[in-house]
């Protein structure tokens, strides 16, 4: 099972991601966090991506798709894996397509994770409140969710004409929409 998880920071992908992981002993992909994790080991990639992070801004296609290659070829990736946070962009989208063409293998599904902006905007304050991430000042969500308006929503219509896409109404509480999730995937 390979599954993408789309929508806005603070949408509730990557909590939703580590329930179902480790339900479905699948590997739980998140880029934000490896990114974070090569910024705080200061590695050559780390030392690229931490200004751009720090501004809301997305890091380059080619750093990304190249991280995600590598990641896949790890054993824990054998059952399969949810991509949290990638792709992000349609050319994104098209290496992750080819890559995984060239396999002879295929997305299972992308699920939407549907919230409105307020929603949004709420859970990214408690975010801030709780975790102090330096990328969730209110100047830098701000950013971030305009940089998914412009570059990843139009992911939604590049995997509707796919059929892969599952759209979950994720407004609720993390148990409401986990059980929303398990349905959408049955
Ligand atoms: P996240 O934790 O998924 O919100 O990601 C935090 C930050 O990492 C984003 O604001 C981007 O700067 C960067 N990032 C994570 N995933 C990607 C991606 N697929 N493409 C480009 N930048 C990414």
Redesign the pocket.
């Known amino acids: 099972m390979k599954l993408v998880f789309l929508g806005a ?1 603070g949408a509730g992908k ?1 909590t939703q991601a580590k329930l179902l992981s480790d339900e479905l002993s699948l590997a739980h992909i ?4 490896m ?2 994790a090569a910024v705080k080991a200061q590695t050559t990639l780390g030392k690229q ?1 931490g200004d ?2 720090d501004s ?6 080619n750093l ?1 798709v190249s991280l995600i290659k590598e990641r896949v070829k790890e054993t824990d990736c054998q059952q399969g894996y949810i991509l ?6 349609v050319p ?1 989208a098209e290496s992750l397509a080819e890559m995984l063409s060239n396999q002879g293998e295929s997305i299972t599904s992308v699920v939407l994770f549907d919230v409105t902006e307020e929603d949004v905007l709420a859970r990214l304050k408690h975010r801030q409140e709780t975790e102090g991430r330096a ?1 969730d000042t209110v100047e830098v969500q701000m950013e ?1 969710l305009r ?1 998914y308006r412009e570059l990843t929503a139009p992911l939604i219509d590049y995997y509707k004409k796919t059929n892969l896409l599952k759209t979950i109404e994720a407004s609720g509480s993390i148990e409401e929409v986990y059980s929303k999730l398990l349905s959408a995937l049955k």
């Open positions: 920071p990557g998140s880029t934000g966090e990114l974070r991506v751009i992070m809301g801004q997305l890091v380059p296609d990304i949290d946070g990638f792709p992000r962009t994104q990328d971030r940089v």
